[in-house]
């Protein structure tokens, strides 16, 4: 008994069940269905030798696992054939399911592992009760996976305790970032199936709970080389409400790399460009620590620039694409991003920022509490949208862009008003702006008091901090809800 043929008992028992539910597509070991907007995908996965003798069973045993994935968004990223049809792996699926045996019919106890001894002997029970569960259970499940409104019911509460657990959203707690993705896409086929104002601002409202969880999650993506691809995907899912999409009622100043949802940067298509190779790191020392040196930064390392006033860090990073970025991105060498960002040391967590040879605060880009990487006007490259190249020849609209960031965001006023817009809204002007917590975290509340603070709002500063202790208790996880009192009793502190 091998691997192989275990192929051939799939393609000639398995896919002909299948291929009488209105499946079309075949590959070894996968099943496709194409039903509207939803791709049904069955998967056989499975076990390579490590993951075997983990699991106990033999490599040739199986696991059925099923998947739908809904169309939109990111349909772009998943792979195609040469009709155009969507073939998304079972991993890429946004609802998720693994199939598991009714009883140990084949003596493995674990139920989500159908075993093939080496013998072959449990072939035969194992093969039955796979066909049995796929002319059952999964087309049960399919149907229900497949029904938009009861989908856009089950997952419309933002909590558990509004809705329960829904476990079967792709990697997704109910109300997070990827949570919100799905649901997003959901009301959009909704919304293009009978537009109307109502359903065109229950996609806005969903792409806001995204838009804050992306402007709060910047620490946990790999800056500017991921968190573009977040930017793409909300651009995408706005340009789809077409006349339906609000416009912002906050004015914002332009800022050189700001790069606002609906500029150039954004767009869906965008041809790279092919330049020369640089093979040196960008030469910051010389190509561009002089120009903000004039601007009062005054403490430099080859990747950092750091101007100290007060309590607050601004900070200037460079950030060279590594050779995996690159490879990944189809990036040239020499290529890099620029990111800019204000930290203030009352909100200081200890061992969470860098520090200099005197145990100052000089913290990274993704240390601050508000940041933003830059663009350049122009894009240069389709997987790259916040990467400059060649920084002799760039450095002009790099410092250019740097001056009006912390010149938008100096005045405390600016930023204590911005942090109230809606939150779309925000994100529609500065898609790539950062916050070290989400709208409601207690992060976001300590961010307010200390710009409060520094506008002397002695009450104002009283009355963020209680919001900042009532979060910690209601929206921060358990097992840290001690370390962020014990913070917060901190910040408290330095800012009275």
């Known amino acids: 008994m091998d691997s192989s043929a275990i192929n051939k008992l799939i393609r000639a028992e398995i896919w002909p069940l299948l291929r009488q539910q209105g499946f079309t597509k075949f590959e070894a070991r996968t099943a496709f269905q194409y039903a509207g907007p939803f791709v049904n995908v069955v998967n056989f996965q499975s076990f390579n030798e490590h993951l075997a003798s983990g699991v106990g069973c033999t490599t040739y045993s199986l696991a059925l696992n099923l998947g739908v994935f809904v169309s939109g968004g990111r349909s772009p990223l998943i792979k195609r054939d040469r009709q155009g049809r969507l073939l998304p792996r079972?991993?890429?699926?946004?609802?998720?399911?693994?199939?598991?045996?009714?009883?140990?019919?084949?003596?493995?106890?674990?139920?989500?592992?159908?075993?093939?001894?080496?013998?072959?002997?449990?072939?035969?029970?194992?093969?039955?009760?796979?066909?049995?569960?796929?002319?059952?259970?999964?087309?049960?499940?399919?149907?229900?996976?497949?029904?938009?409104?009861?989908?856009?019911?089950?997952?419309?509460?933002?909590?558990?305790?509004?809705?329960?657990p829904f476990p079967e959203v792709r990697f997704a707690g109910r109300g997070s970032y990827a949570w919100n993705g799905v649901l997003a896409r959901l009301l959009l086929?909704?919304?293009?199936?009978?537009?109307?104002?109502?359903?065109?601002?229950?996609?806005?409202?969903?792409?806001?709970?995204?838009?804050?969880?992306?402007?709060g999650f910047g620490c946990g993506w790999d800056g500017p080389f991921d968190e573009d691809r977040h930017a793409l995907w909300i651009r995408n899912l706005w340009d789809r409400l077409g006349g339906f999409a609000p416009t912002p009622q906050h004015p914002a100043t332009p800022i050189m790399g700001g790069a606002p949802l609906p500029s150039p940067t954004w767009a869906p298509a965008c041809a790279s460009e092919t330049v020369v190779a640089v093979p040196n790191k960008p030469d910051c020392r010389r190509d561009l620590w002089p120009h903000l040196r004039a601007m009062g930064f005054h403490e430099f390392t080859d990747r950092l620039a750091h101007r100290v006033a007060g309590d607050r860090v601004d900070v200037v990073e460079v950030r060279p694409t590594d050779r995996a970025v690159q490879r990944a991105r189809g990036l040239p060498s020499g290529s890099f991003a620029v990111g800019v960002g204000i930290f203030w040391s009352q909100l200081r967590r200890e061992g969470l920022y860098r520090k200099n040879?005197?145990?100052?605060?000089?913290?990274?880009?993704?240390?601050?509490?508000?940041?933003?990487?830059?663009?350049p006007a122009k894009p240069r490259w389709e997987r790259g949208r916040a990467c400059f190249h060649a920084l002799e020849t760039s450095a002009g609209e790099?410092?250019?862009?740097?001056?009006?960031?912390?010149?938008?965001?100096?005045?405390?006023?600016?930023?204590?008003?911005?942090?109230?817009?809606?939150?779309?809204?925000?994100?529609?002007?500065?898609?790539?702006?950062?916050?070290?917590?989400?709208?409601?975290t207690a992060h976001h509340f300590a961010i307010q008091a200390a710009v409060a603070a520094e506008m002397g709002q002695a009450a104002e500063v009283w009355r963020l901090l209680e919001s900042a202790r009532r979060a910690v208790e209601t929206n921060t996880p358990e097992h840290v809800r001690g370390q962020f009192r014990s913070w917060i009793e901190e910040v408290s502190a330095r800012l009275h």
Not at 115 to 131: Q, S
Not at 205 to 215: I, L
Not at 409 to 430: N, Q, R, T
Request: proline letters at 5%.
């Open 189 to 215: 086929l909704r919304h293009e199936t009978a537009a109307n104002e109502e359903t065109a601002r229950d996609v806005v409202r969903v792409v806001g709970f995204m838009a804050s969880a992306a402007q």
């Open 398 to 440: 790099i410092v250019t862009g740097v001056e009006d960031w912390l010149s938008a965001f100096h005045a405390a006023e600016v930023i204590l008003s911005l942090l109230e817009w809606p939150e779309w809204e925000l994100f529609w002007h500065f898609p790539l702006l950062r916050l070290a917590g989400s709208r409601g």
């Open 357 to 375: 040879r005197d145990g100052e605060p000089r913290p990274l880009v993704r240390e601050c509490a508000i940041s933003n990487w830059l663009a």
């Open 90 to 164: 079972e991993y890429e699926c946004d609802f998720r399911r693994a199939i598991e045996k009714r009883s140990s019919i084949d003596g493995f106890s674990r139920p989500d592992v159908f075993y093939i001894d080496p013998d072959g002997n449990t072939v035969g029970p194992c093969f039955r009760e796979i066909a049995h569960l796929l002319t059952t259970e999964a087309p049960q499940w399919f149907a229900c996976h497949n029904d938009l409104s009861r989908l856009i019911e089950a997952m419309t509460p933002q909590t558990d305790a509004e809705g329960g």
